[in-house]
Each structure stands twice: as C-alpha cells, then as structure tokens.
C-alpha cells in the first residue's frame, strides 16, 4: 500500500516545516504541496529538510514554471494539471523537462487523457485517478490488477453515452 498526503497548500511555511519534520518518519510517498503554490524558496526548503520527497506542480502555468521549480530544487517529483501546463502540448514540453532532468513526473486530474501521455513521459511515476467521467462514456475506462485498461477504441478512448448527457444535461 502507498500512502502520500495532499495539505493542498493549507499551511503557511513555519507550519509545513512543523508538520512536515513530525511525518517524515512515517514512510509516505510523498507530501504533496503543504504551501502556497509559488513559494518556491519555501519549497526549496522543504525539500532540503525533508527526508519524505515533496510533489508540486498542478499550479504550474505552463513548463517554464515546472523549469523554474526544478531550477530551484524546491521540489522531489511534479505532477502538473493539464488546464494548467497548455494541455497535451503543454504536457509534453513539461515532461521532457522533468525527464531531462530525470524528475518523477505524476498527473493531476483528467486521467483519460492522462493515461495517454503517461505512456510517453520517459519519468512518468503517478496515475492519479479519479472516475468522475464514468457515468456519461460509453464504456468507462478499467481498473483491473492495480493498472488502467484503456479501451481499444480509435483516439483518445472517450465515447460519450448521449443518453447520460442529455439527462445531466441543465439548460441555464
């Protein structure tokens, strides 16, 4: 079993370096943003002290903010949004940044889409997943053994069920 935590940046850095020093012994995967997004000197700290790997990332705004966090070495592993790094294009800049630099990269949300690109992310580390879209496809994405099963359907795997749209559907 693995086991990270997300503050989702809930602390203000005298805090993290407090809560985070009292789990680092715990034997988690990683802490996942216990600070505001773009404090990256905090981060660096963090990092620094820290035995427990940090993962930062899903506020990225595109891959120069992911270069820039790597630059400073205020984090362990990334895990980028892909609303936020400029999508699928976005992704694959970013990822060859943190593959150069051979940095753990994860996904933050969308996972359909994720699990594409995960395949060609030479550091790709962490699926996060989520079924949100499960009740409007056709044929929802597989979890079976602890892996995802896409299905063998032309493009990106995504069919809507039309039926499941319109009755979700709300007219404003």
């Given amino acids: 079993m693995h086991l990270m935590i997300d503050f989702n940046q809930g602390l203000h850095l005298g805090e993290a370096l407090q809560r985070c020093h009292a789990i680092d012994d715990l034997g988690l995967d990683w802490i996942e943003e216990p600070i505001v997004y773009d404090n990256y000197r905090g981060y660096t700290q963090l990092a620094a002290e820290l035995a427990t ?27 980028p949004d892909f609303m936020r790094i400029g999508g699928v294009t976005g ?10 630099a051979g940095v753990p990269m994860s996904t933050h949300l969308y996972p359909e889409v994720a699990a594409h690109v995960m395949r060609v992310t030479e550091t790709a580390h962490w ?26 359907i032309a493009g990106s795997g995504l069919q809507w069920n039309e039926d499941a749209v319109a009755a979700y559907r709300c007219n404003l």
């Avoid at 790997?53 to 362990?76: M, S, T, V």
């Avoid at 992704?91 to 593959?99: F, K, Q, S, T």
């Fill in 53 to 79: 790997p940090i993962q930062i990332g899903e506020n990225f705004y595109g891959p120069r903010d992911l270069l820039r966090a790597l630059d400073c070495k205020a984090c362990d592993y990334v895990m």
């Fill in 91 to 100: 992704w694959l800049r970013a990822a060859a940044i943190a593959g150069t």
């Fill in 127 to 152: 699926l996060e997943w989520q079924d949100w879209a499960d009740p409007i496809l056709q044929k929802p994405f597989e979890i079976r053994d602890g892996r995802l099963h896409v299905p063998a």
